[in-house]
């Protein structure tokens, strides 16, 4: 009774969103021929089974939104590297497609020349924000120069991305702290991994600090890799409830935002699970709570302007 319940719930959802492209997909990766020429330039093999080793570009996603009810995606860097001159790629991607909503790049923000390569990306009118990777956000918080930098974004609306484990997670609190105007969204769910089916206590603990912090949000990304187990990952709801409970609960309806992390999220199965499984997570919730965090939540957090969104 309960799954038959579950099912005509997300079928009520479904049935509003089947006709239009009701989804902001806010973490996709695409790269061109110029970055994947550095990364081999570099050593890094490429491998048919990695879509970071692969050209992929906005076209290559097309048939993937246009199944799945994806309105536009917000495009997120993959540069294993600090070559921010590659950011201009994906600019340009965004200007010659109605699938790109925006982008948030990759920088250095330690660097006196961030400012006018800033300029000059904030000029295109799809720049979203900036992504931090692990030790990047403890070396910015010790640098006065990226510091500063950090207050402009705050300033004007951008948006700082985190992929962080939870090694970083005092750096993260403390981001919150002293930018308390400053928007931060934690990339996959925290990096979330199960183990043996459960999730940590250590994990539960830095999502609910975080949460305390009204400017930081929650992205809901990546799930199927959340499993901790060999691919392919589980396909059912029940196996991730725990993390996404614990995530929901945490931030509320206004603070979570929905993203596939489409191609990677291919490497552990396939992307309509990922649509799938969230969807049947949010509607027993009802419909405007859905649309908040596979869409509003999104367009309100990034500052993504609608005429950049497919109808």
Same mark, same amino acid.
């Given at each position: 009774?309960?799954s038959l319940l579950t099912l005509c719930l997300l079928g009520l959802v479904v049935a509003t969103s089947a006709d239009e492209l009701y989804i902001i997909d806010t973490h996709t990766h695409f790269k061109g021929e110029a970055q994947i020429k550095r990364q081999?330039?570099?050593?890094?093999?490429?491998?048919?089974?990695?879509?970071?080793?692969?050209?992929? #570009?906005?076209?290559?996603?097309?048939?993937?939104?246009?199944?799945?009810?994806?309105?536009?995606?917000?495009?997120?860097?993959?540069?294993?590297?600090?070559?921010?001159?590659?950011?201009?790629?994906?600019?340009?991607?965004?200007?010659?497609? =109605?699938?790109?909503?925006?982008?948030?790049?990759?920088?250095?923000?330690?660097?006196?020349?961030?400012?006018?390569? +800033?300029?000059?990306?904030?000029? #295109?009118?799809?720049?979203?924000?900036?992504?931090?990777?692990?030790?990047?956000?403890?070396?910015?918080?010790?640098?006065?120069?990226?510091?500063?930098?950090?207050?402009?974004?705050?300033?004007?609306?951008?948006?700082?991305?985190?992929?962080?484990?939870?090694?970083?997670?005092?750096?993260?609190? #403390?981001?919150?702290?002293?930018?308390?105007?400053?928007?931060?969204?934690?990339?996959?769910? +925290?990096?979330?991994?199960?183990?043996?089916?459960?999730?940590?206590?250590?994990?539960?603990?830095?999502?609910?600090? #975080?949460?305390?912090?009204?400017?930081?949000?929650?992205?809901?990304?990546?799930?199927?890799?959340?499993?901790?187990?060999?691919?392919?990952?589980?396909?059912?709801?029940?196996? +991730?409830?725990?993390?996404?409970?614990?995530? +929901? =609960?945490?931030?509320?309806?206004?603070?979570?935002?929905?993203?596939?992390?489409?191609?990677?999220?291919?490497?552990?199965?396939?992307?309509?699970?990922?649509?799938?499984?969230?969807?049947?997570?949010?509607?027993?919730?009802?419909?405007?709570?859905?649309?908040?965090?596979?869409?509003?939540?999104?367009?309100?957090?990034?500052?993504?302007?609608?005429?950049?969104?497919?109808?």
């Amino acid at each position: 009774m309960k799954s038959l319940l579950t099912l005509c719930l997300l079928g009520l959802v479904v049935a509003t969103s089947a006709d239009e492209l009701y989804i902001i997909d806010t973490h996709t990766h695409f790269k061109g021929e110029a970055q994947i020429k550095r990364q081999v330039e570099r050593g890094q093999k490429k491998d048919p089974k990695n879509t970071l080793t692969q050209v992929v #570009t906005a076209e290559d996603y097309r048939e993937v939104a246009d199944r799945l009810n994806i309105a536009a995606t917000l495009v997120v860097e993959a540069i294993d590297h600090t070559d921010v001159d590659l950011n201009a790629w994906i600019f340009e991607q965004a200007k010659n497609s =109605d699938l790109l909503c925006g982008y948030v790049a990759r920088e250095n923000l330690s660097d006196p020349e961030f400012a006018a390569r +800033y300029e000059k990306w904030k000029a #295109t009118g799809y720049l979203n924000g900036f992504r931090l990777r692990r030790e990047e956000l403890t070396r910015c918080l010790a640098d006065d120069l990226a510091r500063e930098n950090i207050a402009r974004l705050a300033r004007e609306d951008m948006v700082v991305d985190l992929l962080i484990t939870l090694d970083q997670h005092p750096d993260a609190l #403390t981001l919150a702290r002293d930018y308390p105007n400053l928007k931060i969204v934690l990339n996959h769910a +925290y990096s979330a991994r199960m183990t043996d089916g459960q999730i940590s206590d250590e994990w539960k603990t830095a999502v609910s600090e #975080t949460s305390q912090h009204p400017n930081v949000y929650m992205k809901i990304s990546s799930i199927l890799n959340f499993a901790g187990v060999a691919k392919p990952a589980p396909n059912d709801l029940d196996h +991730y409830r725990d993390i996404l409970d614990h995530c +929901y =609960d945490s931030f509320g309806e206004d603070r979570v935002i929905f993203g596939t992390n489409w191609g990677v999220c291919t490497h552990w199965g396939s992307v309509d699970n990922v649509v799938r499984i969230i969807e049947e997570f949010l509607a027993p919730k009802g419909e405007v709570i859905t649309r908040k965090a596979m869409r509003d939540n999104a367009m309100r957090v990034y500052g993504i302007s609608p005429e950049k969104v497919r109808r």
